[in-house]
């Protein structure tokens, strides 16, 4: 079988979609979705990732006749009949739209920060004699799910150090790179590390996810991301031997005259390394390094994040001396920081910075690297993300379309055409076709093949932004430990 494969966007549906336009209801012509966060692990979502689901795969002429053969060779092979197929239906969107996709869709502006439970984006057919292009393409439309997930996990560890530079720290200088990607690896394909690096970026600027960069810079109008600086791995510094470490890093130094390096410093004693190698036979290097703009940050890469981080500030401000900021916490100097990359979650970086702060220390000395905790540990039900049919027009009337299954209340659906509002700062989805025009929130960004609405990641980037109104995101960790003692 020769055709597209992957890139076959009648094939971007699960396998019972394939027979859906066979079970509509007699004179169906116009079916409206909606997808939303009902509620899940975060109080909030970022909403990220749409525009690359519309550029990548659904604007502009999608359908071909090629197209159109290949999956009516599978589905056949498929199902074991050529019946469940809609050939028709498919050629018809060929030979009357051009092989664009006749559908409008309507959402909330990439970045915005919305409560959950509410409605994020809507689709409908704009063409009555195919409807059920609706939900056919509510495979590729739900797996927005992952960039704003992941965008959202990644705020609040935003939210979480803001609070402690607040706290303990003269600015906020740092926070733009206080959380660095380490996820490339961690992930299930590169597709998966350029969506969620993305999505990360929405937040901060820092990463190690190349695979994000393009992404980004074709979909999002974004040059330049994100930035990382040169670092060791532990076979970078084992490779030397254990009697070769203090070489290993002299070399990594003269390497990089200039800039910040990061290095790896518990291949054998994480104590030792801090306190003799770093702390007195490379000492004086580190210093004469540092007048012309090194920095360098050591990497802790195992043990109990709080414990360990603590303990190597502490061994580092005997080396090298502190400082005492105006909230009265003690700063390293400028030219020496330490990045925790294991262990990092929403979960983890407060109680390490709580740490910190119950012992002098300001949340500036340190910066954070999250992999998997970051990009991989979400799923759809993190959000708990759903897109359902709310409206269809038959035999010329509207109909409010819901479910309201007895055994989850959580799962009902909402009824009838939507709207998103905000009032005095408070987010309410308007049921049954009663929104106001005028206040709604949902913008048309796409509609028949062609893209409506663009975004920058710059734009994005600024609508993401941290806010005063922000939900606390304090009381809603320690409503999470509760739950979980419960």
Same mark, same amino acid.
Not at 72 to 84: I, P, Q, R, S
Not at 227 to 244: L, Q, R
């Given at each position: ?10 094939? *971007? ?13 007699p ?10 966060s ?7 979502? @970022? ?13 502009g ?32 969107? %060929?030979?009357?739209? $051009?092989?664009? *996709?006749?559908?409008? @869709? ?20 704009? !063409?009555p ?38 706290e303990?720290? !003269? ?14 690896? $961690? ?22 996810t190349?695979?994000? %960069? ?26 030397w ?25 518990d ?28 920095? *360098? ?18 061994? *580092? ?24 990359? !294991? ?9 390490? %910075? =709580?740490?910190?702060?119950n012992h ?21 039900d ?14 010329? =009337?509207?109909?409010?379309v ?40 949902? @913008? ?13 990641? =710059?734009e ?27």
């Amino acid at each position: 079988m020769e055709g597209r494969g992957f890139q076959n966007v009648i094939l *971007l549906a699960d396998s019972y979609k394939i027979s859906h336009h066979l079970q509509y209801p007699p004179g169906t012509t116009s079916v409206y979705s909606y997808f939303e966060s009902r509620g899940g692990t975060f109080p909030y979502t @970022v909403f990220f990732g749409l525009q690359y689901i519309l550029k990548r795969w659904l604007s502009g002429p999608v359908i071909t006749k090629e197209m159109i053969q290949e999956a009516k060779e599978l589905f056949a092979a498929h199902f074991g009949t050529n019946k469940v197929f809609n050939e028709e239906g498919w050629n018809y969107i %060929l030979e009357r739209h $051009g092989g664009k *996709l006749p559908l409008r @869709v309507c959402a909330v502006p990439e970045g915005s920060v919305i409560p959950t439970r509410n409605v994020l984006f809507t689709v409908e057919s704009t !063409d009555p004699m195919v409807p059920w292009v609706t939900n056919f393409f509510e495979t590729i439309f739900v797996q927005v799910w992952y960039p704003m997930t992941v965008a959202t996990n990644s705020r609040i560890q935003k939210q979480i150090i803001h609070r402690y530079l607040k706290e303990t720290h !003269d600015n906020l200088d740092s926070l733009p790179f206080a959380l660095h990607d380490f996820g490339y690896r $961690g992930v299930s394909s590169v597709e998966s590390a350029a969506i969620g690096g993305a999505a990360h970026l929405v937040n901060f600027k820092g990463t190690d996810t190349v695979a994000a %960069l393009p992404l980004l810079h074709r979909y999002y109008d974004a040059p330049m991301a994100g930035f990382s600086i040169p670092a060791m791995e532990h076979s970078t510094v084992t490779s030397w031997g254990k009697e070769g470490e203090t070489e290993a890093f002299r070399n990594m130094l003269e390497a990089f005259p200039s800039g910040p390096v990061a290095c790896v410093s518990d291949s054998y004693d994480i104590w030792k390394c801090c306190e003799k190698i770093w702390g007195e036979e490379l000492h004086d290097f580190v210093v004469e390094r540092s007048k012309t703009g090194g920095v *360098l940050v050591i990497r802790p890469d195992s043990g109990d994040p709080p414990t360990v981080v603590l303990k190597c500030l502490e061994i *580092l401000g005997k080396a090298f001396g502190t400082e005492t900021n105006s909230k009265g916490f003690k700063v390293l100097p400028p030219y020496i920081r330490v990045i925790q990359g !294991d262990g990092i979650s929403y979960k983890t970086v407060g109680s390490i %910075l =709580e740490n910190l702060k119950n012992h002098g220390w300001s949340a500036a000395n340190v910066s954070f690297g999250s992999g998997g905790s970051l990009l991989q540990k979400v799923n759809r039900d993190t959000q708990k993300c759903a897109y359902k049919c709310s409206y269809a027009i038959i035999n010329g =009337e509207g109909v409010e379309v819901f479910k309201a299954p007895v055994t989850d209340v959580g799962k009902t659906s909402k009824k009838g055409r939507l709207s998103l509002h905000c009032v005095d700062g408070e987010y309410k989805t308007i049921e049954n076709g009663k929104g106001d025009p005028k206040q709604d929130l949902l @913008v048309p960004v796409f509609e028949n093949g062609a893209l409506l609405k663009t975004y920058t990641l =710059e734009e994005v980037r600024a609508r993401a932004e941290l806010s005063p109104s922000d939900i606390d995101v304090f009381k809603f960790l320690e409503g999470e430990k509760q739950q979980s003692k419960e």
